[in-house]
């Protein structure tokens, strides 16, 4: 029998009204005739509130200050988000007369890394659910985000991750489909949520979505998304709200004609830390960057200036909560004589905004016809990072929108190619 892998995100399980609405979408599959492999994540919220109260069992006597907490507990709380879905979604389906079974991340069992927070998927044997699909189960519904470490501890896979555990499930189990369901109907060519203008995508290359997802496109995990690319997995992202046509995620080669830019992506938390007046020499910026790695910083632009007097300022940019670890980093290899600089300069204000499109490859000036675009806004662009299909800047939060707004217009992605 063919199989299909069907993922609902958090505010298609919010609550039994629309787990209900999900399991008919589900038994619609099964009377077509497949194996279904659901994907569920926690209710929408309920992994923030999970994440709130670990911070706050880890305060100190004041309860103003977060502490320390052990990963592995971390992830023992959090992943208890989508033991609560995939039971409620496999009740109403037995209710709708379906063979359903829910399965935990160690019951199949999802094999990770122990990166408590971020584990990464190793394997996924099917002996389990293949043997129970040969007896008569017809819906599994596999508990999203989560996985077993080596020693046998529940392991969670980073923010977002059941759109991975998804993907990985359809590789593993020869899937013919992975359908993501969430509260779009399909990838636009921006977040919908801040322009009217965006325009619902029929298709969009991996390679594309790669780019949109890492630069803060939320609608897929980014590794969920090169998952997919690197098994082939036929990815499609529509509504459970409505029956409307989604989105596939394909190979380049599936795709007729595209616009230059494709789409527009921005992440809002971004900082910028700049130091100023450090030695210019061979070795600089591994003496820079090493301690900031070992700190688990996600640095992400590198800019390095060289100032007359044989100085030179080195600037990043990395995530806003990063920037407490970052900065401890920096003064502690200061301290140690590792490398010496004058000051370090922190903006905390910043937001990232990109272009993406593999029409880029072939043409010149997309780069300047953004740039002259935030120019005409008056918007001060503080970094730049291109690759052969993005051009990404950095820019004060308070003109993001505006930026994705300008940028949609000027490159007509309302329209059609
Ligand atoms: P789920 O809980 O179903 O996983 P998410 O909130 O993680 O849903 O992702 C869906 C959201 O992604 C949408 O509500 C939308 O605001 C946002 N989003 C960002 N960029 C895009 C885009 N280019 N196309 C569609 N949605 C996008
Ligand atoms: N519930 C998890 C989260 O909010 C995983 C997911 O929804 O994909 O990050
Ligand atoms: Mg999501």
């Not at 122990?114 to 190793?122: K, L, P, S, T, V």
């Not at 996985?147 to 899937?175: C, H, K, M, Q, Y």
């Not at 298709?203 to 780019?211: D, G, H, P, T, V």
């Not at 044989?310 to 806003?320: A, E, I, N, W």
């Amino acid at each position: 029998m063919p199989r299909l892998v069907m993922k609902f995100g958090g505010t298609s399980v919010a609550d039994l009204e629309r787990i209900r609405a999900a399991a008919v979408k589900i038994k619609r599959e099964v009377d077509r005739g497949y194996q279904v492999i659901v994907v569920v994540s926690a209710m929408s919220g309920e992994t923030n509130r999970l994440v709130g109260l670990v911070d706050q069992a880890s305060m100190g006597a004041d309860a103003k200050t977060p502490g320390f907490f052990d990963a592995r507990e971390y992830d023992a709380v959090v992943a208890s988000g989508e033991l609560v879905t995939s039971g409620l979604l496999a009740v109403v389906l037995q209710e709708m007369g379906i063979q359903a079974r829910s399965w935990q991340g160690w019951q199949v069992p999802v094999n990770t890394t122990d990166d408590h927070g971020a584990a990464r998927i190793e394997s996924i044997p099917s002996d389990n659910l293949d043997a129970k699909f040969a007896e008569d189960m017809e819906v599994a519904v596999i508990a999203g985000f989560q996985g077993v470490a080596p020693d046998g501890r529940v392991t969670t896979l980073g923010r977002g991750g059941s759109d991975t555990t998804a993907v990985a499930f359809a590789a593993a189990l020869n899937a013919e489909r992975c359908d993501i369901y969430t509260d779009v109907d399909g990838i636009y060519t921006t977040d919908p949520r801040i322009t009217a203008k965006a325009r619902k995508l029929e298709r969009i290359a991996f390679e594309e979505m790669l780019e949109l997802a890492s630069l803060g496109a939320k609608v897929l995990q980014t590794r969920s998304v090169e998952l997919a690319m690197r098994n082939r997995v036929r990815l499609q992202v529509l509504s459970s709200f409505n029956d409307e046509p989604g989105t596939l995620v394909c190979a380049e080669e599936e795709i007729m004609e595209s616009n230059v830019v494709t789409g527009v992506a921005c992440s809002r938390d971004e900082a910028k830390m700049t130091l100023i007046s450090v030695a210019d020499r061979p070795g600089i910026a591994a003496a820079i960057f090493t301690p900031l790695a070992d700190a688990g910083v996600i640095v992400d632009m590198i800019v390095q200036n060289i100032s007359e007097d044989g100085r030179t300022d080195m600037t990043f940019s990395c995530p806003v909560a990063d920037v407490p670890r970052a900065e401890k980093a920096l003064e502690d290899a200061k301290a140690r004589g590792e490398f010496n600089y004058r000051e370090l300069d922190k903006d905390t204000d910043v937001a990232k905004v990109s272009i993406v499109g593999i029409g880029m490859r072939s043409h010149a000036g997309v780069a300047q016809k953004m740039f002259k675009n935030l120019a005409d806004d008056g918007v001060n662009i503080k970094v730049i990072t291109t690759s052969e299909i993005k051009v990404s800047v950095l820019v004060d939060r308070k003109y993001m929108e505006l930026t994705v707004q300008s940028l949609h217009d000027a490159f007509e992605l309302e329209r059609t190619a």
